[in-house]
């Protein structure tokens, strides 16, 4: 921004502040340069120690269908498939009940309620994971396969995607979880891109005799909808990487089906799961490096996709808000 | 009837209803949230005592072990974490208008969201050759995490500095690198400080890196370079156990793991609460005088 001009002006008089002047600026960049710097070299690191498994595997990796460790099998397709699928539970149950929260906080609520509200919201987020997780084990999963499994097999059996009696450790179990986990990052984000939309909009479709209801529609929704997208990319970016819930109420099978009650498994709680036992062995150790690469690159693509998007979404907001 | 009355109770009705629908997506949000408090306390509560808190894992059947782990990997990865991330956030904020700048503003915005156990991974596969599964090495990842997050806080509490601030600075004749750690760090502390806090907390709960970096030990770390247990990783390992102890210790663990990170938010709103008052007050006045500056 007005990045350049803030120096401008400046003139050093002297040699010493000069000197000064070059080594802060020599130090806080060399920092800033070798942090980055490392990442990458860390992340060529990971693909050397996954460069065993991709020799043996090769392509197969990346196509083969079924997973079976006793006979040597590794492929990432049943993980990526189950990955899809619980971050794909999550969306679809996070992203409503986030926007209706950000809706309430930015439209509806009244002002004292707003703060306080939004802290708790936000405190879903402080929660470790692998607490979610203990929860998921001894609340959750039971009262799903007691309450809630049986209504779905006889409402929607038919669809295939409900079928029969599991344990409650399943991928419907690990989405559901994972819903609850998007919804503090969703819905701050939504709040912030339907606050930041200017009041104008309202105004005007106040002064046209709209409902609340109406005015939300058109004149906030519309406008902040593009926001609430990149808030959906970067909800489905935390589900993809969450690790230690997903790993404690999946079930843990790396067999592909459609029933959504069948225990899954997903990239990175196949990595969690089987930490323990295979780092003895050097080859499931690199199948496991392998895993983690291809979760890099999907989860850098994801990111990537979601700041740019917000990025994108906010900065004409910005300059309209300046103008206002 | 007439049309427009009957239309009109229709519009009011429906704004209703959706009022309420947006209501209770709140309230279905909040009721996971008591849950979870309500079944960590009610479990928790029964395994905690004395013993419990001070006894290693094994023997003794406590968690002292692996409270004292976590609070180790806090402090040794705030220790790297925290300076590296800071000059990082001065670097974007103050030096990082050229394209390197923006690139590494970017990546701390794709990397503070990134999938923890990636980055846990990331860190085991160079540094596992010096450290072994240690303490250090979970303490490099968990700091991998928190650089990010610190360097994120740090650019946008030097950036709600008024630039007034600055220009009276150097009109003074403050070299630039003074300015900075004088005047510009003065007034961002807080929000500094509130940003370190929150990376701090969410390191605290993070399970996966530390699962695959420091590992687990049923006994006291006598050293950085010994593997440690932690709260997150004793509750994973005994969650599906199942003897009736190494319940007690999942949800003992639990309950103080959650005392710990709750407090830690806790604390941190209070602090941003009065910050955002002082930041509030700050931004009026700058627009107050670039409007002035606009009209002269």
């Not at chain 2, 072990?65 to 790297?80: D, E, H, K, R």
């Not at chain 2, 510009?184 to 929150?198: D, E, H, Q, R």
Request: some cysteine.
């Amino acid at each position: 921004m007005d990045m350049r001009l803030r120096w401008a002006s400046f003139r050093p008089k002297s040699i010493r502040a000069l000197g000064g002047d070059f080594a802060f600026h020599l130090l806080v960049g060399i920092v800033a340069f070798s942090a980055f710097i490392l990442v990458w070299v860390l992340v060529a690191q990971m693909v050397y120690g996954a460069y065993p498994s991709m020799k043996a595997l090769g392509f197969r990796f990346l196509t083969d269908t079924s997973w079976d460790a006793g006979k040597g099998l590794f492929t990432v397709i049943p993980l990526v498939v189950g990955t899809l699928t619980t971050s794909g539970i999550a969306l679809l149950l996070g992203v409503p009940i986030s926007v209706g929260i950000a809706i309430y906080l930015s439209e509806l609520s009244p002002a004292w309620i707003r703060e306080p509200l939004s802290f708790v919201i936000e405190l879903l987020a402080a929660v470790p994971s692998v607490i979610y997780g203990l929860w998921g084990i001894y609340f959750l999963a039971p009262v799903l396969s007691h309450n809630v499994d049986p209504i779905l097999v006889s409402l929607l059996g038919w669809t295939n995607l409900f079928q029969g009696t599991a344990g409650g450790f399943s991928k419907l179990t690990a989405g559901v979880i994972l819903a609850i986990m998007i919804i503090p990052t969703v819905a701050s984000i939504s709040k912030e891109a339907m606050m930041a939309v200017p009041n104008s909009q309202r105004e005007a479709a106040l002064s046209l005799g709209a409902t609340r209801y109406q005015t939300t529609r058109i004149g906030v929704l519309t406008y902040a909808r593009s926001g609430i997208f990149g808030a959906a990319i970067l909800g489905l970016g935390r589900a993809v990487g969450e690790t230690m819930a997903v790993a404690m109420t999946i079930g843990n099978s790396p067999k592909i089906s459609w029933n959504l009650l069948d225990p899954g498994t997903t990239m990175a709680s196949m990595i969690a799961n089987n930490w323990g036992e295979d780092i003895g062995d050097p080859f499931k150790l690199s199948v496991l490096l392998e895993i983690a690469v291809v979760l890099f690159v999907v989860a850098l693509l994801i990111n990537v996709f979601a700041r740019l998007v917000i990025g994108k979404a906010m900065k004409p907001v910005q300059s309209g808000g300046a103008g206002l | 009837m007439s049309l427009e009355i009957r239309t009109y109770k229709r519009r009011k009705l429906v704004n209703l209803l959706a009022s309420a629908a947006a209501l209770s997506c709140v309230v279905v949000a909040l009721i996971p949230l008591a849950s979870i408090l309500v079944e960590v306390i009610v479990k928790g509560y029964g395994a905690l005592s004395w013993g419990f808190i001070s006894n290693p894992i094994i023997p003794g059947g406590g968690i002292g072990n692996a409270i004292l782990g976590t609070l180790q990997l806090a402090f040794y990865a705030s220790l790297i974490g925290l300076p590296v991330g800071i000059l990082t956030g001065i670097y974007v904020s103050e030096f990082g208008d050229n394209g390197f700048g923006r690139t590494i503003r970017f990546f701390n915005d794709v990397f503070a969201n990134f999938p923890s156990i990636v980055i846990g991974l990331l860190a085991y596969s160079l540094f596992i050759t010096y450290f072994g599964f240690s303490i250090l090495l979970g303490a490099i990842a968990l700091a991998m995490i928190m650089i990010p997050v610190v360097a994120n806080t740090t650019e946008e509490a030097l950036r709600m500095v008024p630039n007034s601030l600055r220009e009276a600075s150097l009109a003074l004749g403050v070299p630039r690198w003074k300015t900075v750690l004088k005047v510009m760090i003065t007034n961002g502390k807080s929000g500094m400080v509130t940003g370190a806090l929150l990376a701090i907390a969410r390191i605290t709960g993070e399970t996966a890196p530390i699962l695959v970096t420091a590992r687990y030990s049923y006994y006291w770390a006598l050293s950085p370079s010994d593997p440690t247990a932690s709260l997150p990783v004793a509750i994973w390992f005994n969650a599906l156990d199942q003897s009736a102890t190494a319940q007690q210790q999942a949800w003992g663990a639990a309950l103080v793991l959650i005392i710990l990170v709750l407090s830690f938010n806790i604390v941190v709103r209070l602090l941003t609460r009065r910050n955002r008052f002082n930041n509030n007050n700050r931004m009026v006045k700058k627009s107050w005088l670039r409007k002035s500056k606009q009209s002269a």
